[in-house]
């Protein structure tokens, strides 16, 4: 049986200096990005990158964890809002 790996990939959409809309694909555990028209292309593309990727470099493979799906969480921040406490 094949090992799974999970890989977390961030899609924001992004505006061109044409004013045209791509969205642009990444993930951040292997530093590789793609991008497609649409999200399914770019679903299609970067999935296409990090597979291509990993062939090339897969001693990559050992630092990824097998079997488990990556957290993802949003936060929502008001413009001109006041931090509460500070960070340290």
């Known amino acids: ?3 799974k790996y999970f ?3 961030v899609i924001n959409k992004e505006k061109l200096s044409d004013s045209s809309r791509i969205y642009v694909a990444n ?3 292997l530093g590789v990005t793609s991008q497609g028209k649409n ?3 770019a679903f ?3 999935k ?3 597979e291509l990727y990993l062939e090339e470099q897969p001693e ?3 630092e990824l964890l097998s079997e488990e799906s990556p957290l993802f969480s949003v936060i929502e921040v008001t413009r001109n809002s006041k ?3 500070s960070v340290r």
């Open 1 to 3: 049986m094949k090992t």
């Open 7 to 9: 890989l977390d990939i």
């Open 27 to 29: 993930c951040p555990s």
């Open 39 to 41: 999200l399914d292309e």
């Open 44 to 46: 299609k593309n970067i």
């Open 48 to 50: 296409e990158a990090v």
């Open 60 to 62: 990559r493979y050992d």
């Open 83 to 85: 931090a509460t406490s």
